[in-house]
């Protein structure tokens, strides 16, 4: 491996903790250029050769990566009070400040409790027709280019469409014309991210380094147009029931002090970014997927076709589509939108047989633990089949995790599994999305996992 100097050693010790193996740098910035070069190589290849836990030691420091889903159980659900978000989070904190992702101890607990409620299944479940209708209406915008064949990104649609589906759900506004423009601020703020996340010095924000200017500016742009959604929502005080309505009536039960508008920027910052970013990448690499599978795809339209006919479907129908769902959950599983994650141990912990010191960073990936052998046949195959409830049980919970888990969980797990399936169903109703020859797609693991070049597609009408 590059910058890799020795090779600690894999000899288990007579106790039942042992050392971990794994690859050691000269110093901490060639473990940094590694992991900005080609981060899932890398980390495949220490999983490859290392096994499910690894040491990386780049002196003064090290990291640990855990792959095995007891593991990841016990870090994510189990022993989750000694594992914080720790300081790579504090880095991501420069663009979304303390928004529930990023923050940690009683204030996350504050912000949860505030939060869950506007994510009740039932509220969730009266968002269907929204979401359907707007997937309709950029089926309309999509004539054009399928009477006259020309190709297309189908990845910036889909981001287009759930940051639309997004802004109204969960703060009752339609972007309208700063949709774009908040669509490209979120890419440079994912670019910028992915900047302070490998390098291990970064200078302050207001010291004009390219990175910071362009940082800056993505942060600006976020700001503008999240601000004039607040202003405006305070300035007409009309109740949507929304999540921004929740949050701007909710009072602290200890102080009775309204949340200000600095915490409301920064949870709206969140829930739009995060909230619109992945679903439209599970939903961009599902397009691929079913483009280059042409078997599944097939099966997948004659479920469509045979449930709901020409009519929208209705989350009351989802039960009945269960092939769409089981098609998007492996997407996610060999493409999951957040690829890793970080945690940082708050003291000395036994894990995975090793023992990990006092504040150190370890990794969680779930494109590595979703392609473990021992709990998923043939990995790298495009097979739904994998997601029938039998095959489910069969597995360890968190040999699956693209929604985290544990207390910690993404808390808008129930809308996107509502809106990726609609949006596919209502979708594969009218078209058929043909992959574009000669054009490559490939991971793009920034903080989401992007198709690096997009997902160019042509238009095929369906004749139902």
Request: hydrophobic share 40%; charged share 25%; glycine share 6%.
């Amino acid at each position: 491996m590059a910058d890799a100097v020795s090779l600690e050693s894999s000899a288990h010790e007579s106790s039942s903790i042992r050392r971990a193996s794994g690859p050691r740098f000269r110093t901490p910035f060639g473990f940094a250029a590694i992991m900005r070069n080609d981060p899932l190589g890398f980390l495949m290849k220490c999983w490859r050769q290392y096994g499910d836990v690894v040491e990386v030691r780049f002196p003064p420091f090290r990291t640990f990566l855990f792959v095995h889903p007891d593991d990841v159980r016990h870090i994510l659900q189990e022993g989750h009070r000694n594992f914080a978000k720790g300081i790579l989070f504090q880095k991501l904190k420069r663009i979304a400040g303390e928004g529930l992702v990023f923050s940690d101890g009683d204030l996350w607990r504050r912000q949860r409790q505030l939060i869950q409620p506007a994510f009740h299944r039932e509220r969730i479940a009266a968002m269907a027709q929204m979401m359907t209708d707007a997937t309709a209406a950029m089926l309309d915008r999509w004539q054009r280019p399928a009477m006259s064949g020309r190709s297309f990104d189908v990845a910036a649609e889909m981001s287009k469409l759930t940051l639309e589906i997004v802004a109204k759900a969960l703060f009752g506004t339609d972007l309208g014309d700063d949709n774009d423009e908040f669509t490209a601020a979120v890419t440079a703020a994912m670019v910028y991210a992915n900047h302070l996340i490998n390098h291990f010095l970064t200078l302050p924000l207001f010291i004009p380094t390219p990175a910071n200017v362009r940082g800056r500016r993505a942060i600006a742009a976020l700001d503008r147009i999240v601000w004039k959604v607040i202003e405006r929502r305070r300035r007409n005080g009309i109740e949507h029931g929304d999540l921004l309505g929740m949050l701007i009536r909710a009072r602290d039960a200890d102080t009775n002090e309204a949340m200000d508008d600095k915490q409301l920027r920064d949870e709206m910052v969140t829930f739009l970014n995060a909230g619109h970013e992945t679903t439209a990448v599970a939903l961009s690499w599902t397009w691929h997927l079913l483009s280059t599978h042409p078997e599944v795809e097939r099966r997948m339209h004659a479920q469509i076709a045979d449930v709901l006919g020409q009519r929208p479907p209705t989350a009351d129908d989802l039960p009945d589509l269960p092939y769409v769902r089981m098609v998007f959950e492996e997407s996610m599983r060999l493409y999951p939108p957040v690829w890793a994650t970080a945690r940082e141990t708050r003291e000395a912990v036994d894990v995975g047989g090793v023992r990990v010191p006092a504040r150190t960073v370890i990794t969680l990936s779930q494109y590595l633990t979703h392609r473990h052998p021992a709990f998923w046949d043939d990995p790298e195959r495009f097979d739904p089949e994998r997601f029938t409830p039998e095959r489910v049980a069969a597995r360890p919970e968190y040999a699956y995790f693209p929604f985290g888990g544990g207390p910690r969980g993404c808390v808008g797990k129930l809308f996107a599994m509502l809106e990726g399936p609609l949006i596919l169903a209502t979708i594969a109703q009218r078209f058929r999305l043909v992959a574009v020859p000669g054009k490559p797609v490939e991971p793009h693991p920034i903080l989401s996992l992007r198709p690096r070049h997009g997902v160019h597609v042509t238009l095929e009408p369906r004749r139902t």
